[in-house]
């Protein structure tokens, strides 16, 4: 899962809706698993398959004409539930960008610490990407992380997107919060002899 | 100066990463079986251990059944999953609960009702509804797995702080109005994404009078506005709540402890970053009608029309109300349902089954309902019965099952079929969460009872004894 990061140039899936929340993205049946793997596979199950497994025609998932490992989303995704599985689903499947104008605080962390870039932009910039999509289901959008820009290869339209710089620096250099928290367990032990009047 | 949240966070802060979050030290974490596996998998595959083990306790609640717990769990997958966490416990030297435990429940119930968590501290957990524990007074909630892990690997988080807002509910809540009704009509007020980026305080003469199980629901549904968490003042209602607690600090403790938590409160000059306020009068009972809890309506209202949503909502709105087989403009009062569902870390405490009880009392309930009356955990199943509410449930046509999450999220047997509408005291409404296909309606324990007892959508103010029609 550690994949480095750097500059991405995708086409993209499009799914124009709001509030798409975590149950949607994995539902709670198949979050079973003891493991990471094999998410991808259940990644928008309702949506993707009907009851008898059988792929749903009209889903964006099924339509060959689009492809890639960016997807673009309506606003609020991730809502509700906190689990990580969606962000393992994502990944998992092949999902590597995830392009909307609001996520939910939880699921953007979840993203993050699974090596999956959000890349928040503006109303504006969602709303013509998704109509270039449906106009020309080919447009790529390009993704860099070092300049933290992200542009519609049709419209050319080019916006500045804000990331932690040090949650950049883990995505560029494939390092996760436990390697700094590991480096830091003196400071850790530090605050707890200073609070330990506050035990219980 | 500072708020109650930045009182308590800032004293956990570890130290701030250069251009980075701060790294948050956290009290109390709890693990359940869904959440959980993955992260012990990522201690064994780095070696480590847990580094503060006495901070961390585990419960399984969410594939628990809620008929025949003496008996081992029939669905495989979910058996494994429960086995997993107890066997990760031990090898990890973790406190437990086992599901034959008589401490056994929902997390997010036990914690509070035994003393786990209190005022002042910082509490994780690998569920969203973690903020629960914010109504004692704690900064509490949801993370993703490999926070679980970072939290077991170093007892620390990386978090940026997030912002503050206020949320103040003056006045005093009509009869028949609960916290349930309160929170729902937030959501509805503020969106499902309203309050994202931010951790909540509850304020106000509402707040003020409501019990500490009224508390835990409210703070329970901040995740359902998108905040982080949500939390209130301990009060003197906090402190006689968890005296003589298992696990409250006891003698000199106790003195020492209440004295801390006092000093938990707002500074009368703290500014918040954003700050709402609400007529606790105008506050009706609340059901939701679509797919995500933002999506509800006083119970007399009609659904909004197309033209009343915001056009970028169109297509959600549309294919929510597709989903739950309703149209714009139709009423809720009378619509038949088939479930109904009291329970929950929403709505699985005590104070939930007197409320559900006082309105079933000497009716029946309707013929063409399904029932799950679920207590969030052995302690609550426990009062229920010596306050005699089995009695009064028994005879109106109730039973009570055994403890667990149950059909909040389905993850049990207790699965609501395709097309039919569940009356349901939990937390979400979206598609699929009750199970595939199931609709969910979002309501109070009053208004759960009124459906359950007439057979439809029902104001449970109409039932109340004295009503005047």
């Given amino acids: 899962m550690k994949q480095k990061f750097d500059i991405i140039i995708s086409s993209c899936i499009p799914l124009p809706l709001d509030n798409v929340d975590t149950d949607q993205i994995i539902p709670a049946r198949f979050l079973k698993s003891t493991d990471k793997n094999g998410f991808g596979q259940n990644l928008f199950r309702d949506w993707r398959f009907d009851k008898e ?25 991730g809502s509700g539930s906190s689990r990580e599985h969606a962000a393992w689903a994502l990944a998992g499947y092949g999902f590597r960008v995830v392009i909307s104008s609001f996520f939910a605080d939880i699921h953007r962390n979840n993203e993050l610490n699974n090596f999956i870039l959000p890349v928040t932009v503006s109303e504006n910039f969602l709303e013509t990407l998704f109509k270039d999509i449906r106009e020309d289901s080919r447009t790529q959008v390009r993704v860099d992380l070092p300049n933290q820009r992200v542009t519609n290869m049709k419209s050319l339209q080019s916006e500045h997107f804000e990331i932690d710089p ?3 620096h883990c995505l560029m250099n494939g390092l996760d919060d436990i390697d700094f928290l590991l480096q830091n367990k003196d400071k850790t032990e530090q ?3 200073m609070n330990s009047s506050m035990e219980e | 100066m500072n708020t109650l949240f930045d009182k308590i966070w800032d004293r956990h802060v570890v130290q701030k990463v250069t251009d980075g979050p701060e790294q948050l030290y956290i009290d109390r974490m709890y693990c359940h079986e869904v959440t959980s596996p993955q992260a012990f998998e990522g201690l064994r595959q780095r070696g480590l251990r847990c580094f503060r083990p006495e901070k961390i306790v585990c419960m399984p609640d969410h594939n628990i059944p809620t008929v025949g717990q003496d008996k081992p769990i029939e669905d495989a997958v979910s058996r494994c999953q429960v086995e997993t966490l107890k066997r990760n416990a031990e090898e990890f030297g973790l406190t437990h609960y086992d599901m034959f435990s008589k401490d056994n429940g929902i997390i997010h119930v036990v914690g509070p009702e035994t003393g786990l968590s209190l005022p002042g501290m910082t509490i994780v957990c690998g569920d969203s509804h973690t ?4 109504a004692l007074g704690a900064v509490a909630f949801g993370i993703g797995t490999s926070e679980v892990e970072m939290v077991m690997a170093s007892q620390c988080i990386l ?14 809540l009509g009869e028949g109005v609960s916290a ?3 929170a729902l009509f937030l959501m509805a007020r503020l969106t499902t994404g309203g309050a994202t980026g931010y951790f909540v305080e509850y304020a106000g003469q509402v707040v003020r009078d409501m019990s500490m199980e009224s508390r835990l629901t409210l703070c329970n549904l901040s995740i359902e506005m998108g905040a982080r968490g949500g939390l209130i003042a301990p009060d003197e209602k906090t402190f006689s709540y968890l005296k003589d607690r298992k696990h409250s600090p006891k003698g000199k403790e106790w003195t020492d402890a209440v004295e801390y938590w006092r000093t938990l409160k707002s500074d009368c000059d703290a500014v918040f970053d954003k700050e709402v306020r609400f007529d606790g009068s105008e506050i009706d009972p609340f059901v939701t009608y679509g797919t995500n809890p933002g999506m509800g309506i006083s119970i007399g209202e009609t659904i909004p029309l197309l033209e009343d949503v915001d056009r970028n909502e169109h297509d959600s709105f549309t294919k929510a109300l597709d989903y739950m087989g309703l149209v714009p403009g139709r009423k809720m009062l009378g619509l038949k349902i088939d479930y109904v569902f009291l329970g929950a870390c929403t709505n699985g405490r005590i104070e939930d089954f007197r409320a559900f009880a006082s309105i079933v009392e000497g009716r029946k309930k309707s013929d063409g309902v399904t029932a799950w009356l679920v207590p969030g955990s052995w302690a609550v199943d426990r009062q229920i019965r010596d306050e005699g509410l089995d009695i009064i449930l028994a005879k109106a046509g109730f039973e009570i099952r055994q403890p667990g999450c149950s059909a909040c999220l389905a993850m049990n047997g207790d699965k609501v079929p395709a097309g039919k509408y569940a009356v349901s005291t939990s937390n979400r409404n979206f598609e699929g969460r009750q199970g595939p296909g199931a609709r969910t309606i979002l309501a109070s324990p009053m208004t759960a009872a009124a459906a359950a007892v007439t057979g439809v959508i029902t104001d449970p103010r109409t039932l109340l004894r004295g009503f005047q029609g």
């Avoid at chain 1, 749903?56 to 004409?65: E, G, S």
């Fill in chain 1, 191 to 193: 605050w707890e002899k």
């Fill in chain 1, 53 to 77: 497994g059988n792929p749903i025609k009209d889903f964006v998932l099924n339509n060959p004409l689009y492809s890639g490992c960016i997807l673009v989303v309506g606003k609020n995704f």
């Fill in chain 2, 131 to 134: 903020s629960t524990h914010g």
């Fill in chain 2, 180 to 182: 349930k009704d309160v």
């Fill in chain 1, 166 to 168: 040090y949650k950049k």
């Fill in chain 2, 159 to 172: 978090q940026q702080k997030p912002k503050s807002m206020r949320i103040t509910i003056d006045g005093c």
